[in-house]
């Protein structure tokens, strides 16, 4: 005899699709968040730190699709809410102690996540969030070691920066790229 201590199925799909769409809704914010630092980069002629965040934002985009993919998949509904509000006017030496903290953030909270996938059984879900994390981890050391350059190294870093150019070196893609290349 099933106990109220027992989920029912759709209850434990519920609580997946919950625990996807809190992880996209954190993604979009970091998408949005991290748009607007490449532009302040890019406006101060900081190429290079441009380019890796346009390129980490990018990454977001892919993850907040992953996680919509496997929402539609259990047959939820994918959020377009951001997961709080985006910061504005950032310089130079506010953006990545406060990109490294988010990361961190992120890390933190898919870890509890992955959690509440496994223990509703759905292993396909945590193993989504392991591979996130994984990507998590690679942002979080390139923005904890560009926090670290700027706090030791300060004006000489940025100097060096100065100047370099903010292309990705990655060919463009969407509808429109793909269009082209037939
Ligand atoms: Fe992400
Ligand atoms: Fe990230």
Known sequence: MATKEISSDK?????VIDALNKA???????IHQY???HYTLSDLDYGKLAANIKLISIDEMDHAERFAERI????????SALASQVVKGQGVR???????????????????LLAVCRENGDMISADIFQKIIDEEREHYTYFDNSRNHIDTL?????????????????????????????
């Open 94 to 112: 506010d953006i990545f102690p406060y990109d490294a903290n988010l990361e961190d953030n992120t890390i933190a909270t898919y870890n509890q």
């Open 11 to 15: 209850e434990r799909v519920q609580k």
């Open 35 to 37: 748009m607007i630092q």
């Open 24 to 30: 996209r809704s954190m993604e979009l914010q970091a």
């Open 154 to 182: 300060g004006d000489i870093f940025l100097a060096n920066i100065a100047g370099t150019s903010s292309s990705t070196g990655i060919e463009r893609k969407g509808f429109a790229a793909a269009k082209k290349n037939g």
């Open 72 to 79: 539609k998949e259990l047959k939820g509904e994918p959020t």
